[in-house]
């Protein structure tokens, strides 16, 4: 007996998935529910689903490229290489920070995270790009 509400549920499902969408909405509405109020939670449901999947990107996306940065910046500190490192000074002065990060030698991930928090990191990495060229 299973079987056979199994096979009715899924022939009512494909009743309706390959239906009109005005005949749904007329048996949905004959069944007591507001299609229209439906439509906007539905709506905005999608709307915060989406912001939030780009947020969730966005953040992707930058967790990336800081870890990028923060690669660039050690491999120049530990090379010695001019511009980057006067870079990396410069985001050092401009946050007032030179006590604390006197050494970049000694600078972990996590500090250089620190300096370069709240920097466009776009036009951060543009600039380390131009740097190495």
């Not at 239906?19 to 439906?38: A, N, Q, R």
């Not at 709506?43 to 953040?59: D, E, G």
Request: glycine share 2%; no cysteine.
């Amino acid at each position: 007996m299973s079987n056979l509400k199994n096979k009715i549920d899924k022939g009512i499902t494909e009743f309706y998935l390959n239906s009109d969408i005005e005949l749904i909405k007329k048996s949905l509405e004959e069944d007591g529910v507001d299609v229209t109020k439906e439509s906007t939670e539905i709506s905005n449901f999608l709307k915060r689903l989406k912001f939030t999947q780009n947020a969730v990107a966005t953040q992707e996306n930058d967790q990336a490229l800081i870890a990028r940065i923060v690669e660039k910046f050690q491999d120049a500190i530990n090379k010695n290489i001019e511009k980057p490192i006067a870079t990396l000074i410069s985001l050092v002065e401009t946050k007032q920070m030179s006590v604390q990060f006197r050494n970049l030698d000694k600078l972990t991930p996590d500090e250089i995270k620190e300096i370069i928090k709240g920097k466009n990191l776009v036009d951060l990495m543009d600039e380390l790009d131009n740097e190495e060229s």
